[in-house]
DNA sequence: TTTATTGCAAATAGTTTGCAAGCGT
DNA sequence: ACGCTTGCAAACTATTTGCAATAAA
Protein backbone atom coordinates (compact mmCIF):
# COMPACT_ATOMS: atom_id res chain seq x y z
CA UNK A 1 0.00 0.00 0.00
CA UNK A 2 1.84 3.34 -0.98
CA UNK A 3 1.32 6.27 1.11
CA UNK A 4 0.76 8.50 -1.98
CA UNK A 5 -2.99 8.73 -3.10
CA UNK A 6 -2.42 9.64 -7.14
CA UNK A 7 -5.59 9.22 -8.26
CA UNK A 8 -7.57 12.36 -7.95
CA UNK A 9 -10.73 13.47 -9.25
CA UNK A 10 -14.16 15.02 -8.94
CA UNK A 11 -15.01 16.27 -5.61
CA UNK A 12 -15.21 13.97 -2.44
CA UNK A 13 -19.13 12.63 -2.49
CA UNK A 14 -20.69 13.34 1.00
CA UNK A 15 -19.35 11.13 3.76
CA UNK A 16 -21.31 8.23 5.51
CA UNK A 17 -24.61 10.09 6.83
CA UNK A 18 -26.82 9.66 2.99
CA UNK A 19 -29.91 11.13 2.97
CA UNK A 20 -32.49 8.15 4.24
CA UNK A 21 -34.18 8.07 1.18
CA UNK A 22 -30.86 7.46 -0.56
CA UNK A 23 -29.75 5.34 2.17
CA UNK A 24 -33.17 3.23 0.81
CA UNK A 25 -31.67 2.66 -2.61
CA UNK A 26 -28.55 2.11 -1.78
CA UNK A 27 -29.52 -1.12 0.39
CA UNK A 28 -31.88 -1.96 -1.79
CA UNK A 29 -29.30 -2.22 -4.80
CA UNK A 30 -27.14 -4.14 -2.93
CA UNK A 31 -29.99 -6.62 -1.86
CA UNK A 32 -30.74 -7.10 -5.37
CA UNK A 33 -27.11 -7.54 -5.93
CA UNK A 34 -27.53 -10.72 -3.80
CA UNK A 35 -24.98 -8.70 -1.22
CA UNK A 36 -26.23 -7.63 2.76
CA UNK A 37 -26.55 -4.17 3.35
CA UNK A 38 -23.37 -3.81 5.95
CA UNK A 39 -22.67 -0.92 7.35
CA UNK A 40 -19.05 -0.99 5.12
CA UNK A 41 -21.23 -1.84 2.21
CA UNK A 42 -23.39 0.81 2.53
CA UNK A 43 -20.27 3.59 3.09
CA UNK A 44 -18.65 2.09 -0.14
CA UNK A 45 -22.18 2.12 -2.32
CA UNK A 46 -22.58 5.82 -1.27
CA UNK A 47 -19.13 7.22 -1.96
CA UNK A 48 -19.70 4.97 -5.54
CA UNK A 49 -23.14 4.79 -7.01
CA UNK A 50 -24.40 7.26 -8.74
CA UNK A 51 -21.19 9.19 -9.07
CA UNK A 52 -18.69 9.99 -11.81
CA UNK A 53 -15.45 9.17 -9.77
CA UNK A 54 -12.41 6.55 -10.87
CA UNK A 55 -11.06 5.23 -7.90
CA UNK A 56 -8.50 2.41 -7.09
CA UNK A 57 -8.96 -0.18 -3.57
CA UNK A 58 -6.45 2.16 -1.84
CA UNK A 59 -7.77 5.70 -2.57
CA UNK A 60 -10.90 4.40 -1.92
CA UNK A 61 -9.80 3.16 1.30
CA UNK A 62 -8.20 6.42 2.39
CA UNK A 63 -11.19 8.39 1.39
CA UNK A 64 -13.31 6.15 4.09
CA UNK A 65 -10.80 6.27 6.49
CA UNK A 66 -10.35 9.66 6.74
CA UNK A 67 -14.08 10.59 6.60
CA UNK A 68 -13.95 8.47 10.15
CA UNK A 69 -15.41 5.33 9.19
CA UNK A 70 -13.90 2.29 10.42
CA UNK A 71 -13.45 -0.36 7.71
CA UNK A 72 -10.13 -2.37 6.51
CA UNK A 73 -8.24 -2.20 3.42
CA UNK A 74 -9.07 -5.97 2.56
CA UNK A 75 -13.27 -5.20 2.71
CA UNK A 76 -12.34 -2.35 -0.13
CA UNK A 77 -10.81 -4.63 -2.18
CA UNK A 78 -13.34 -7.20 -1.63
CA UNK A 79 -16.49 -4.87 -1.72
CA UNK A 80 -15.07 -3.27 -4.98
CA UNK A 81 -14.50 -6.82 -6.57
CA UNK A 82 -18.86 -7.60 -5.43
CA UNK A 83 -19.52 -4.37 -7.11
CA UNK A 84 -17.93 -5.57 -10.09
CA UNK A 85 -19.38 -8.42 -10.83
CA UNK A 86 -22.80 -6.51 -9.76
CA UNK A 87 -22.24 -4.42 -12.88
CA UNK A 88 -22.34 -1.29 -10.15
CA UNK A 89 -18.72 -0.48 -11.44
CA UNK A 90 -15.89 -1.66 -13.82
CA UNK A 91 -12.20 -1.61 -14.15
CA UNK A 92 -10.50 0.50 -16.74
CA UNK A 93 -7.89 -0.77 -18.71
CA UNK A 94 -5.10 0.95 -17.66
CA UNK A 95 -1.24 -0.08 -18.48
CA UNK A 96 0.26 -0.38 -14.80
CA UNK A 97 -0.25 -2.24 -11.40
CA UNK A 98 -3.10 -1.32 -9.85
CA UNK A 99 -6.59 -1.96 -10.64
CA UNK A 100 -8.55 1.63 -11.35
CA UNK A 101 -12.37 1.21 -11.07
CA UNK A 102 -14.78 3.44 -12.79
CA UNK A 103 -18.47 4.08 -11.48
CA UNK A 104 -19.89 5.13 -14.75
CA UNK A 105 -20.77 2.38 -16.39
CA UNK A 106 -22.36 3.62 -19.52
CA UNK A 107 -20.09 4.05 -22.84
CA UNK A 108 -17.79 6.86 -22.42
CA UNK A 109 -13.42 6.92 -22.34
CA UNK A 110 -10.85 7.99 -20.64
CA UNK A 111 -7.81 10.57 -21.18
CA UNK A 112 -4.72 9.21 -19.12
CA UNK A 113 -2.37 11.71 -17.61
CA UNK A 114 0.64 9.75 -17.90
CA UNK A 115 2.76 11.35 -15.74
CA UNK A 116 0.36 12.10 -13.28
CA UNK A 117 -1.08 8.57 -12.67
CA UNK A 118 -4.47 10.32 -13.39
CA UNK A 119 -7.61 9.52 -15.12
CA UNK A 120 -10.38 11.64 -16.54
CA UNK A 121 -13.09 11.47 -18.67
CA UNK A 122 -13.65 12.46 -22.02
CA UNK A 123 -16.20 14.91 -22.43
CA UNK A 124 -18.58 13.61 -25.25
CA UNK A 125 -17.92 14.82 -28.49
CA UNK A 126 -14.35 14.81 -27.77
CA UNK A 127 -13.53 11.92 -29.76
CA UNK A 128 -15.11 10.04 -32.56
CA UNK A 129 -16.28 7.07 -31.13
CA UNK A 130 -16.13 4.29 -33.88
CA UNK A 131 -18.19 1.62 -34.21
CA UNK A 132 -18.26 -1.49 -32.75
CA UNK A 133 -15.96 -3.65 -35.28
CA UNK A 134 -16.45 -7.57 -35.84
CA UNK A 135 -14.73 -9.72 -33.45
CA UNK A 136 -13.06 -13.12 -34.54
CA UNK A 137 -15.13 -15.97 -35.59
CA UNK A 138 -16.90 -17.35 -32.21
CA UNK A 139 -16.36 -14.36 -30.15
CA UNK A 140 -18.58 -10.84 -29.71
CA UNK A 141 -17.74 -7.90 -28.47
CA UNK A 142 -17.90 -7.07 -25.03
CA UNK A 143 -17.30 -3.27 -25.44
CA UNK A 144 -14.29 -0.84 -26.47
CA UNK A 145 -12.47 0.93 -24.39
CA UNK A 146 -10.26 4.05 -25.68
CA UNK A 147 -7.66 5.70 -23.95
CA UNK A 148 -6.01 8.98 -25.05
CA UNK A 149 -2.79 9.03 -23.29
CA UNK A 150 -1.48 13.08 -22.56
CA UNK A 151 1.74 14.54 -21.42
CA UNK A 152 2.70 17.25 -21.14
CA UNK A 153 4.67 19.21 -24.43
CA UNK A 154 7.50 17.75 -25.02
CA UNK A 155 9.79 20.97 -24.98
CA UNK B 1 6.12 -15.64 -11.24
CA UNK B 2 3.25 -18.28 -12.55
CA UNK B 3 3.33 -21.39 -14.02
CA UNK B 4 1.18 -21.03 -16.98
CA UNK B 5 2.15 -18.89 -19.79
CA UNK B 6 -0.78 -17.86 -20.80
CA UNK B 7 0.19 -15.02 -23.79
CA UNK B 8 0.01 -17.31 -26.52
CA UNK B 9 1.11 -15.65 -29.61
CA UNK B 10 2.69 -15.49 -33.62
CA UNK B 11 4.85 -18.35 -34.23
CA UNK B 12 8.00 -18.41 -31.85
CA UNK B 13 10.31 -16.47 -33.73
CA UNK B 14 14.07 -18.25 -34.22
CA UNK B 15 16.59 -19.46 -31.57
CA UNK B 16 19.68 -17.86 -30.39
CA UNK B 17 21.32 -17.92 -33.33
CA UNK B 18 20.09 -15.27 -36.05
CA UNK B 19 21.79 -14.69 -39.00
CA UNK B 20 25.01 -12.65 -38.93
CA UNK B 21 23.50 -9.32 -40.69
CA UNK B 22 20.97 -9.93 -38.64
CA UNK B 23 23.06 -10.04 -35.38
CA UNK B 24 24.75 -6.96 -36.76
CA UNK B 25 21.42 -4.90 -37.25
CA UNK B 26 20.50 -5.74 -33.60
CA UNK B 27 23.80 -4.69 -32.24
CA UNK B 28 23.41 -1.41 -34.08
CA UNK B 29 20.20 -0.92 -32.75
CA UNK B 30 21.15 -1.74 -28.87
CA UNK B 31 24.20 0.90 -29.30
CA UNK B 32 21.86 3.25 -30.50
CA UNK B 33 19.93 3.38 -27.59
CA UNK B 34 22.92 3.51 -25.46
CA UNK B 35 22.92 -0.30 -24.42
CA UNK B 36 26.06 -2.87 -24.51
CA UNK B 37 25.01 -5.47 -26.69
CA UNK B 38 25.66 -8.16 -24.51
CA UNK B 39 24.53 -11.82 -24.97
CA UNK B 40 21.18 -11.51 -23.20
CA UNK B 41 20.00 -8.11 -24.55
CA UNK B 42 21.11 -9.65 -28.15
CA UNK B 43 18.80 -13.15 -27.33
CA UNK B 44 15.98 -10.60 -26.10
CA UNK B 45 16.60 -8.20 -29.31
CA UNK B 46 16.27 -10.84 -31.70
CA UNK B 47 12.62 -12.07 -30.38
CA UNK B 48 11.32 -9.24 -30.11
CA UNK B 49 12.82 -6.21 -32.69
CA UNK B 50 11.07 -6.04 -36.26
CA UNK B 51 8.66 -9.06 -35.20
CA UNK B 52 4.67 -8.93 -34.40
CA UNK B 53 4.56 -10.43 -30.88
CA UNK B 54 2.92 -9.71 -27.85
CA UNK B 55 5.08 -10.63 -24.70
CA UNK B 56 4.96 -10.72 -20.55
CA UNK B 57 8.39 -10.85 -18.76
CA UNK B 58 7.72 -14.43 -18.00
CA UNK B 59 6.58 -15.66 -21.26
CA UNK B 60 9.42 -13.99 -22.84
CA UNK B 61 11.94 -15.81 -19.79
CA UNK B 62 10.16 -19.02 -20.28
CA UNK B 63 10.40 -18.66 -24.02
CA UNK B 64 14.52 -17.66 -23.91
CA UNK B 65 15.27 -20.58 -21.24
CA UNK B 66 13.17 -23.55 -23.25
CA UNK B 67 15.48 -22.01 -25.94
CA UNK B 68 18.14 -22.72 -23.85
CA UNK B 69 19.27 -18.91 -23.40
CA UNK B 70 20.89 -19.06 -19.91
CA UNK B 71 19.34 -15.36 -18.50
CA UNK B 72 17.13 -14.52 -15.07
CA UNK B 73 13.96 -13.80 -15.53
CA UNK B 74 15.05 -10.27 -13.25
CA UNK B 75 17.49 -9.43 -16.54
CA UNK B 76 14.51 -9.98 -18.63
CA UNK B 77 12.06 -7.19 -16.37
CA UNK B 78 15.00 -4.70 -16.69
CA UNK B 79 15.75 -5.88 -19.80
CA UNK B 80 11.94 -5.05 -21.53
CA UNK B 81 11.95 -1.31 -19.37
CA UNK B 82 15.25 -0.48 -21.13
CA UNK B 83 13.59 -1.56 -24.39
CA UNK B 84 10.59 0.41 -23.82
CA UNK B 85 12.52 3.76 -23.00
CA UNK B 86 14.13 3.00 -26.37
CA UNK B 87 10.90 2.61 -28.10
CA UNK B 88 11.77 -1.01 -29.12
CA UNK B 89 8.66 -2.38 -27.49
CA UNK B 90 5.62 -0.59 -25.98
CA UNK B 91 3.35 -1.49 -22.80
CA UNK B 92 -0.44 -2.05 -24.28
CA UNK B 93 -2.91 -1.22 -21.60
CA UNK B 94 -4.88 -4.09 -20.28
CA UNK B 95 -6.47 -3.94 -17.28
CA UNK B 96 -5.25 -6.83 -15.10
CA UNK B 97 -2.15 -7.48 -13.43
CA UNK B 98 0.77 -7.98 -15.31
CA UNK B 99 2.58 -6.05 -17.75
CA UNK B 100 1.98 -6.71 -21.24
CA UNK B 101 4.78 -5.24 -24.32
CA UNK B 102 3.92 -4.88 -27.71
CA UNK B 103 7.16 -5.53 -30.05
CA UNK B 104 4.91 -3.52 -32.86
CA UNK B 105 5.01 0.37 -31.97
CA UNK B 106 3.02 1.42 -35.44
CA UNK B 107 -0.78 2.73 -34.57
CA UNK B 108 -2.55 -0.20 -34.36
CA UNK B 109 -5.17 -2.09 -31.63
CA UNK B 110 -5.76 -4.30 -29.96
CA UNK B 111 -8.33 -7.32 -29.29
CA UNK B 112 -8.33 -8.80 -25.57
CA UNK B 113 -9.96 -12.38 -24.89
CA UNK B 114 -10.63 -11.46 -21.47
CA UNK B 115 -11.70 -14.79 -20.57
CA UNK B 116 -8.31 -16.02 -21.75
CA UNK B 117 -6.04 -13.73 -21.32
CA UNK B 118 -4.85 -13.12 -24.57
CA UNK B 119 -3.85 -10.41 -27.11
CA UNK B 120 -4.02 -9.86 -30.65
CA UNK B 121 -3.44 -7.13 -33.41
CA UNK B 122 -7.33 -6.06 -34.60
CA UNK B 123 -6.27 -6.37 -38.52
CA UNK B 124 -6.10 -2.97 -40.40
CA UNK B 125 -9.77 -2.20 -41.43
CA UNK B 126 -11.30 -3.92 -38.96
CA UNK B 127 -11.96 -0.79 -37.12
CA UNK B 128 -12.69 2.44 -38.23
CA UNK B 129 -9.71 4.71 -35.89
CA UNK B 130 -11.17 7.68 -34.89
CA UNK B 131 -9.06 11.02 -35.27
CA UNK B 132 -6.57 12.20 -32.30
CA UNK B 133 -9.06 14.56 -30.06
CA UNK B 134 -8.07 17.75 -28.74
CA UNK B 135 -6.36 17.22 -25.19
CA UNK B 136 -6.91 19.11 -22.39
CA UNK B 137 -5.15 22.42 -21.84
CA UNK B 138 -1.65 22.18 -21.68
CA UNK B 139 -1.71 18.52 -22.72
CA UNK B 140 -0.83 17.03 -25.68
CA UNK B 141 -1.79 13.73 -27.37
CA UNK B 142 0.51 11.14 -26.91
CA UNK B 143 -0.98 8.04 -28.57
CA UNK B 144 -4.52 6.83 -28.72
CA UNK B 145 -4.94 3.43 -27.75
CA UNK B 146 -8.39 1.07 -28.37
CA UNK B 147 -8.79 -2.37 -27.19
CA UNK B 148 -12.04 -4.17 -27.44
CA UNK B 149 -12.89 -7.02 -25.09
CA UNK B 150 -14.49 -10.12 -26.76
CA UNK B 151 -16.16 -13.04 -25.12
CA UNK B 152 -17.40 -16.14 -25.88
CA UNK B 153 -20.74 -15.67 -26.64
CA UNK B 154 -23.26 -15.70 -23.51
CA UNK B 155 -25.32 -18.59 -24.23
C1' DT C 1 41.10 -1.82 -16.90
C1' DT C 2 37.25 0.48 -16.41
C1' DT C 3 32.45 0.61 -16.31
C1' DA C 4 28.14 -1.33 -17.50
C1' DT C 5 25.52 -5.44 -16.77
C1' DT C 6 24.06 -9.63 -14.73
C1' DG C 7 22.08 -12.77 -11.29
C1' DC C 8 20.65 -13.64 -7.00
C1' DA C 9 17.98 -12.77 -3.22
C1' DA C 10 15.62 -9.62 -0.68
C1' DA C 11 12.54 -5.80 -0.90
C1' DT C 12 8.41 -3.62 -2.53
C1' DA C 13 3.67 -3.10 -4.35
C1' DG C 14 -0.78 -4.61 -5.14
C1' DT C 15 -4.14 -7.93 -4.26
C1' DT C 16 -6.30 -12.18 -2.48
C1' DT C 17 -7.45 -15.51 1.01
C1' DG C 18 -8.05 -18.53 5.43
C1' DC C 19 -10.06 -18.33 9.51
C1' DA C 20 -11.92 -16.80 13.96
C1' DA C 21 -14.83 -13.19 15.68
C1' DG C 22 -18.81 -10.25 14.77
C1' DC C 23 -22.90 -8.49 12.55
C1' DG C 24 -27.26 -8.65 9.68
C1' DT C 25 -31.55 -10.85 9.13
C1' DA D 1 -29.56 -18.65 16.02
C1' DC D 2 -27.75 -19.00 11.38
C1' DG D 3 -24.82 -17.82 7.99
C1' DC D 4 -22.77 -14.04 5.50
C1' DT D 5 -19.11 -10.47 6.41
C1' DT D 6 -15.33 -8.50 8.42
C1' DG D 7 -10.54 -7.80 9.86
C1' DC D 8 -6.27 -9.44 10.51
C1' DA D 9 -2.32 -11.55 9.02
C1' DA D 10 -0.32 -14.43 6.01
C1' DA D 11 0.01 -15.87 1.30
C1' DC D 12 0.56 -14.75 -3.38
C1' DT D 13 1.77 -12.54 -7.80
C1' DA D 14 4.17 -9.23 -10.30
C1' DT D 15 7.98 -6.30 -10.42
C1' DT D 16 12.05 -3.68 -8.80
C1' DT D 17 16.43 -3.09 -6.56
C1' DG D 18 21.04 -3.56 -3.82
C1' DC D 19 25.15 -5.56 -4.35
C1' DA D 20 28.92 -8.62 -5.38
C1' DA D 21 30.55 -11.15 -9.35
C1' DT D 22 31.19 -10.87 -14.30
C1' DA D 23 31.55 -9.53 -18.98
C1' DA D 24 31.86 -5.84 -22.57
C1' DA D 25 34.54 -2.05 -24.41
Redesign the interface.
Known amino acids: MTAKASLRDHPAPAASGAEPSRRACLATILRMAGLRATRQRMDLADRLVGRDRHVTAETLYLEASAAGEDLSLATVYNTLRQFQGAGLVR???????R?VFDTDTSRHHH????DEDRI?D?PPG???????????E?????????????????R
Chains 1, 2 share one sequence.
Open positions: EIAVEGLSFYFAIIHLLVPDLPEGPGYEVDRLDIIVRLRRPS
